[in-house]
């Protein structure tokens, strides 16, 4: 807010691929109190694919559930085996998973390629550089895990059509960021984004398939205080740039879970106007909590629709882990982005939110 | 809105229950449509699912009705009893990814599935009556259906108005094919619905729209008028509506007839926009409305707030878990009680392992001599090591509390209140071989029903 406006300022970068951009001094309608408001309409994992997947994966995908348990139990060898043995011992190893070395090759994406941000501000041997060059030291361990786990892959993978689907389709995933403290879009250097939950649905065009500015949103002060995180950050030349000490983001999936994504450090890089909000999420994921919130959220049989063996990505997780060491040094999360899409929304924010009546000590009778 | 049965009592015969320990609750019980049963059937009102039908003996039915599942269709179609004296050996390889073939734990004392769900035969004497009919067993033998479903009781009830058997409430995607009780309509005008959910039975509009109503009303009267009625829409009643039972009309203004239950007229929230929802009635002086409500929990026992809504827990504050478990054979017997085999609940909770499953999922301890006011919760003896049922007296056994007969957990890594960290674990989300929070209420997905 120290900045002055530069209202006048148009968003000419923003145009390219960018629907909806508009002068800088629309911008008043939406910008209220030096508030505006956003809902997350699209989330995927960065990850850097070439066209046929041989560059990042020149070993090919990983194998699955389905794959795997054919490996170790082939139908065709005459043995009698056990349920126990066979689909409890497996289903055993994705609820306790462990360390010991891995039985079947884990494809790790290879190359120096990668999409994210430098998170720590060094350029290690591990790290990516952009697709163009001009972006080096980039932290995004966890596209070393995934990238070539089908699955995950766009735009054909299972997670990575559903996740984003069931995102948009259940309030319970409803991610809404909130800019205070706006003078400009274009230039300010200090303002402060607020996450929280949001309680409605999505504002759809006529087709029900593209996200509309415009809509309301009633900020979720009731179950979803703790998804409530404040970043600091500015904005310069129309990118927002913003970082937080932690974030918890809901997810869900299809069949009920409640779940979570527990972010350190992240950061948000997001190209902003009046209608729209694109960019990047980047931080670290703790892996204990990445791994049981797939495991949660997704069962077996959705894994199996893309060769997504839960107890390969856990070994995987904690040998790229490379950040929060424990006390034993061990590393406890992992870098990671995520390619983001919002559009903006008027937030609400209940003047009284109701707490449940029922008092944590009444009688439960329920 | 006819033939309505009045109020009943709760049911009787809950003093049968081993060693006389409990004793019937007084409270307000669902009103059901009395239509005409064969001789020997019955309606039991029960704690959990409402008015049921019951034999002779007061045991309760269900039926099985068909469900696909993702390798194929479990169950039983209308007029079509499968289940048999096959004592199945293996898996049917019904949940993908898994394939069949494979020997099924304690295969040696596996019951069939006619153990397990006793038929209920008719005799060659016997008379269709309404929706009550017979059909054919490939056995020969003949059976009572209702509305076309083979009828069963459960070898789990033990007194009348036990459900141990099954539920009417809406099960997560991917669960097993459940039997669930049989039962009559519930006397409420055609406007209206009963759903069973966590809390109760929940009153609704005929589509699952949440009815409210208002301390401020009186039977006769009501207090919401003019900008009330901006947020709340009465329930208005048909001309000729009358009263009859708990369901009574008040005219709120000339020729404008408004629906009351149990003395309180009723309305919907405006601005409702999912089905059972809980929202109006966090609104002071409002309240949702039930036919009757779930039994009460073990004294001491907590409602917890977490991220999407409320969850049953215990004194500490720590959230409850249901185990929830189907096996794979075609008949779908419950693995989800200590009758039945552990090894799946083990393998989920303990890698297979009983003691690190007791850490990860540890029961709720009942204190010695306590007590539950109803059949719903009951503390039972486990034998930790087995999982199984305790003998009496037998050393190492834990005194745990049950509901429906099946002990709940805790989980070991849940950190404080309304912390929901072990929802959703096992196979299936939890919904098949796994554990699912208590939940009582969800204001985001359906998992309080």
């Known amino acids: 807010m120290k900045h002055a406006a530069k209202i006048g300022a148009l968003f000419a970068a923003m145009t390219v691929g960018f629907a909806g951009a508009a002068v800088a001094d629309e911008s008043a309608n939406v910008i209220r109190n030096g508030t505006i408001g956003y809902v997350l309409t699209d989330y995927h994992w960065a990850l850097y694919q070439t066209k046929d997947g041989k560059a990042e994966c020149p070993q090919g995908f990983n194998d699955g559930p389905r794959e795997q348990f054919k490996i170790l139990f082939p139908a065709d060898d005459g043995k009698k085996r056990t349920l126990l043995e066979t689909q409890l011992a497996r289903e055993s190893q994705i609820w306790h998973p462990d360390l010991k070395p891995e039985i079947f090759t884990f494809k790790e994406a290879q190359g120096k390629t990668g999409l994210g941000m430098n998170l720590d501000g060094k350029v290690g041997p591990n790290d990516f550089t952009s697709p163009d060059g001009s972006e080096k030291g980039i932290d995004n361990q966890l596209y070393r895990v995934i990238g070539c786990v089908a699955n995950y892959r766009g735009p054909d993978g299972t997670l990575y059509h559903f996740n984003n689907k069931f995102m948009q389709q259940h309030e319970y995933a409803r991610v809404l960021i909130e800019l205070t403290g706006v003078d400009s879009l274009v230039n300010d250097n200090d303002v402060t984004l607020t996450t929280y939950r949001g309680r409605d649905g999505l504002l759809t065009d006529a087709t029900g398939n593209s996200f509309m500015p415009g809509g309301t949103q009633r900020a979720d002060h009731k179950w979803g205080k703790e998804f409530i995180s404040r970043f600091k950050g500015k904005i310069v030349d129309g990118v927002l740039t913003v970082q937080a000490a932690e974030y918890h983001q809901p997810t869900t999936w299809a069949f009920e879970d409640v779940t979570d994504q527990w972010f350190k450090d992240p950061r948000f890089q997001l190209k902003i106007n009046q209608d729209r909000a694109e960019g990047m999420l980047a931080g670290y994921v703790d892996i204990e909590n990445f791994y049981l919130q797939m495991a949660r959220a997704v069962s077996t049989h959705h894994q199996s629709y893309g060769q997504q063996s839960s107890p390969s990505i856990y070994r995987a997780l904690h040998k790229l882990a490379d950040a929060y060491p424990d006390k034993d040094g061990h590393n406890t999360a992992i870098s990671f982005a995520a390619d983001v899409k919002f559009v903006q929304t008027f937030i609400e924010h209940p003047a009284v939110e109701t707490a449940a009546k029922e008092a944590d000590t009444r009688p439960a009778r329920h | ?449």
């Open chain 2, 1 to 449: 809105m006819r033939n309505l049965g009045k109020l009943v009592g709760f049911v009787a015969g809950l003093s049968l229950a081993a060693g006389g320990a409990y004793a019937a609750e007084k409270r307000l019980m669902e009103d059901y449509v009395k239509s005409p049963m064969p001789p020997g059937f019955q309606v039991i009102v029960t704690e959990l699912e409402g008015p049921v039908f019951a034999d002779a003996k007061g045991k309760t039915l269900y039926k099985w009705p068909i469900k696909s599942i993702r390798n194929g269709d479990v169950g039983e179609q209308k007029n079509k009893p499968t289940c048999d004296d096959t004592v199945y050996k293996v898996n049917a390889g019904l949940m993908s990814p898994y394939p069949g073939g494979f020997t099924l734990p304690e295969v040696e004392t596996r019951p069939s599935c006619l153990q397990v769900w006793p038929a209920v035969y008719a005799t060659a004497e016997d008379k269709p009556v309404g929706k009550w009919t017979i059909v054919d067993r490939k056995d020969g033998k003949k059976q009572w259906a209702y509305d076309g479903f083979a009828l069963y009781t459960s070898v789990l009830d033990e007194v009348p108005g036990d459900t141990r058997g099954g539920t009417r409430r809406k099960e997560g995607g991917d669960s097993p094919a459940y039997r669930e009780p049989v039962s009559p309509a519930p006397a409420v005008p055609a406007q209206f619905g009963v759903y069973s959910v966590a809390k109760g039975r929940f009153l609704a509009t005929s589509i699952g729209y949440s009815v409210y109503t208002y301390d401020k009303d009186t039977a006769t009267k009501s207090a919401c008028t003019g900008s009330c009625l901006n947020e709340w829409a009465p329930m208005l009643a048909a001309e000729n509506a009358v009263a009859l039972g708990d369901w009574a009309v008040i005219e709120r203004s000339p020729g404008v007839k408004q629906w009351t239950y149990r003395k309180k007229p009723l309305y919907t929230r405006i601005a409702d926009e999912k089905f059972r929802s809980y929202e109006g009635g966090d609104i002071p002086g409002w309240h949702n409305v039930f036919t009757q409500t779930e039994p009460a929990a073990p004294k001491g026992f907590t409602v917890q707030d977490t991220r999407a809504g409320q969850v049953l827990a215990d004194k500490n504050g720590r959230t409850l878990y249901i185990y929830n478990c189907g096996d794979d054979a075609i008949d779908e017997l419950a693995c989800d009680n200590p009758n039945s085999p552990q090894a799946y609940r083990f393998a989920i909770c303990g890698g297979g392992d009983p003691d690190v499953c007791n850490k990860t999922f540890p029961y709720v301890i009942a204190e010695a001599g306590a007590k539950s006011e109803n059949r719903a919760w009951t503390p039972v003896d486990i034998n930790p090591k087995t999982g199984k049922f305790a003998k009496p007296g037998e050393a190492g056994a834990l005194h745990v509390w049950a509901y429906r007969g099946r002990p709940v957990y805790l989980f070991g890594n849940d950190k404080k209140p309304g912390d929901v960290s072990g929802d959703a674990w096992g196979e299936f989300n939890g919904h098949r071989n796994g554990f699912k929070a208590f939940w009582l209420r969800d204001d985001f997905r359906t998992n309080a029903g």
